[in-house]
C-alpha cells in the first residue's frame, strides 16, 4: 500500500465532524432520537416521516462511518444484517456466488441455508487458495481477509481486479481490520461489509454492522433492502456506536501495538504448538499484509497441544474473558472447535483488548505456564 492509501481518514476532523457543524446552543454530545412517528401534516415530501425509514441519529452515525471509510454508508442492527444485506442485495436465482470456505461460518449457513434454497449457486473456496480457477462465471464475490478464525490473506486488488475484469461484483469482510487497518475500497473492492459489534464499537454492549460502498447502483440496493425488509438498527444502538467511534483511534492503536509485542512471545512460549499473526516475519501472509494493511491487526490464534489445555490456559488467565466475539476493550479467547470451525481442538483465537501490554503478558505467561 502507498502513503497516500496508508493515510486513511483524518482522526482530529473525525472528531469534530459534529461540532464544526453545531449551530450556537446545539448539544454537542450527539442526540439520541427515539420515535417511530413524526409531525407531518400534508405532503411527505423529503420530510422524516416513519422510524423504519428515518432517524436522525442513524444519519448521524453514518455520517461519521462515512468519513472513516471515505464512502456512502448504511447501518444495521448486527454484522449479520449488514452480510445478509449485501447478499440478497446482489443476488438473485440462477446467480453464483463464491465465498471463503473457512471463513466466518454464519455467512456460510447463511449461503447454504437460504441462499442455496432461492437458487443461488453457491461455490467455496480456502482463503489461502482463493484465485486458484479464476472467477469467471461468478456474479458476486465474498472475500474475507484476514479470515476469521485462521488468519490466512486474500490479496485484494489482485482479486478485485480479477472479479472486475470478469464481470463479476466483490463484497469483503472488514470486520477483523476496520477501516484504521485496511481499506480495501482504496484497492478496488466493490463493497465492504463489517460487524461493528467488535472494534469499532469496542465495548462489548451493542450489536450493529454497516455496508459501505462508492457504487450509488449498489448503496441504492442496499437502502431498499433496509427500507423494505426492515432490517434496521435501533437508535440507541446507533448512540452508542457513535460514541465507541470518537476512541476507536486510540483502543485499536493500542490492541494492534500490543499485539506486535505479544505475538513473538507468544510464539516462542514451549506451550504454543503453532501461532499465526500477519505483523510476524515468519507468517505465510506477512508479505502480502505488509503492502495491503495500515497495520497487522489485534487478533492472532494460537493452537496448543489440546482441548484441555486449551481450555485451562483461557479460564485460568484473569485477563482474558472467555467468550465469543472479538474486538473490545477487553482481552477474549475461545476455542473455535465449539463452533464448528474446521481446526484442531486446540486451536484458540486470541483478541488483544487495551490491558497494560507487560500486565497482560504477565498473565497470559503465567496460565501457559501452567498448562505445561
Not at 318 to 342: C, K, M, N, Q, Y
Request: charged share 20%.
Amino acid at each position: 500500500m502507498d502513503d497516500t492509501e496508508r493515510q486513511g481518514p483524518a482522526m482530529g476532523a473525525f472528531l469534530h465532524l459534529r461540532g464544526n457543524a453545531l449551530s450556537k446552543g446545539d448539544p454537542v454530545a450527539l442526540p439520541l432520537v427515539q420515535s417511530s412517528m413524526y409531525h407531518l401534516p400534508g405532503e411527505p415530501e423529503t420530510f422524516s416521516n416513519y422510524g423504519r425509514v428515518h432517524n436522525a441519529t442513524w444519519v448521524a452515525l453514518e455520517h461519521a462511518l462515512e468519513h472513516l471509510e471515505a464512502a456512502p454508508c448504511r447501518i444495521f442492527p448486527s454484522g449479520m444484517g449488514a452480510i445478509s444485506a449485501a447478499l440478497f442485495a446482489t443476488l438473485k436465482a440462477g446467480q453464483r456466488l463464491l465465498i471463503p470456505g473457512d471463513g466466518y461460518y454464519v455467512t456460510r449457513l447463511l449461503s447454504d441455508r437460504y441462499l442455496r434454497q432461492l437458487g443461488v449457486e453457491v461455490v467455496e473456496r480456502p482463503t489461502a487458495e482463493f484465485a486458484a480457477g479464476g472467477f469467471a462465471g461468478f456474479d458476486v464475490v465474498f472475500l474475507e481477509t484476514p479470515s476469521n478464525p485462521g488468519l490466512d490473506l486474500i490479496d485484494l486488488a489482485a482479486v478485485a481486479g480479477a472479479v472486475r475484469a470478469a464481470g463479476g461484483i466483490t463484497i469483503c469482510d472488514n470486520t477483523t481490520m476496520t477501516p484504521l487497518g485496511q481499506r480495501p475500497l482504496d484497492l478496488g473492492i466493490d463493497m465492504v461489509v463489517a460487524s461493528d459489534t467488535k472494534a469499532m464499537g469496542g465495548h462489548s454492549d451493542l450489536l450493529m454492522g454497516h455496508v459501505a460502498t462508492r457504487n450509488s447502483d449498489l448503496l441504492q440496493a442496499v437502502d431498499d433492502w433496509r427500507r423494505i425488509s426492515g432490517a434496521i438498527p435501533g437508535p440507541h444502538e446507533a448512540w452508542l456506536l457513535h460514541r465507541g467511534l470518537e476512541t476507536l483511534e486510540v483502543r485499536y492503536d493500542r490492541m494492534c501495538a500490543s499485539a506486535e509485542v505479544l505475538a513473538p512471545r507468544l510464539a516462542q512460549h514451549p506451550v504454543v504448538r503453532a501461532l499465526r499473526y500477519p505483523g510476524l516475519p515468519t507468517d505465510p501472509a506477512h508479505n502480502l499484509a505488509r503492502g495491503q494493511m495500515r497495520r497487522f491487526g489485534f487478533l492472532m490464534s494460537l493452537t496448543l497441544e489440546n482441548a484441555d489445555k486449551a481450555e485451562r490456559f483461557i479460564n485460568t488467565c484473569p485477563l482474558l474473558r472467555p467468550a465469543t466475539s472479538f474486538g473490545g476493550v477487553h482481552s477474549s479467547a475461545e476455542r473455535r472447535i465449539r463452533w464448528g470451525d474446521a481446526v484442531d481442538p486446540g486451536f484458540v483465537r486470541l483478541s488483544i483488548g487495551c490491558e497494560p501490554v507487560e500486565e497482560l503478558w504477565q498473565a497470559l505467561k503465567t496460565s501457559l505456564d501452567g498448562v505445561v
